[in-house]
Nanobody
Framework: QVQLVESGGGLVQAGGSLRLSCAAS????????MGWIRQAPGKEREFVAA????????NYADSVKGRFTISRDSATNTVYLQMNSLKPEDTAVYYC????????????????WGQGTQVTVSS
């Protein structure tokens, strides 16, 4: 079992920045790829970013490339999502996810999910 706890959401003006954190715990959590999925009101869940267990490989949705950066601290089993140049359309609940491979996170079929953190970007 892997437990994921997100933090760092909030309200920010368009053009601003936020950093989300996701702390993973569990016996094998350090060997999992991790990432972020978001869901806006009335919309389907959308892949945002993923990072391999080693941190050596990352994937991004086209909508966030160049603005968001995913990273992980293996020492603390924490993954971060630095979000810059935020837009109102980035408003959503952001969920942390863990899986054996990053492609599973991209597909939205991860076995492990956090509780979500709200990000609201005002125009």
């Amino acid at each position: 079992q892997v437990q994921l706890v997100e933090s760092g959401g909030g309200l920010v003006q368009a053009g601003g920045s936020l950093r989300l954190s996701c702390a993973a715990s569990g016996r094998t959590s350090s060997s999992y790829a991790m990432g972020w999925i978001r869901q806006a009101p009335g919309k389907e869940r959308e892949f945002v970013a993923a990072i391999s267990w080693s941190g050596g490989s990352t994937n991004y949705a086209d909508s966030v490339k160049g603005r968001f950066t995913i990273s992980r601290d293996s020492a603390t089993n924490t993954v971060y999502l630095q979000m810059n140049s935020l837009k109102p359309e980035d408003t959503a609940v952001y969920y942390c996810a863990a899986a054996g491979a990053a492609r599973t996170i991209v597909r939205g079929t991860s076995a492990y999910w956090g509780q979500g953190t709200q990000v609201t970007v005002s125009s």
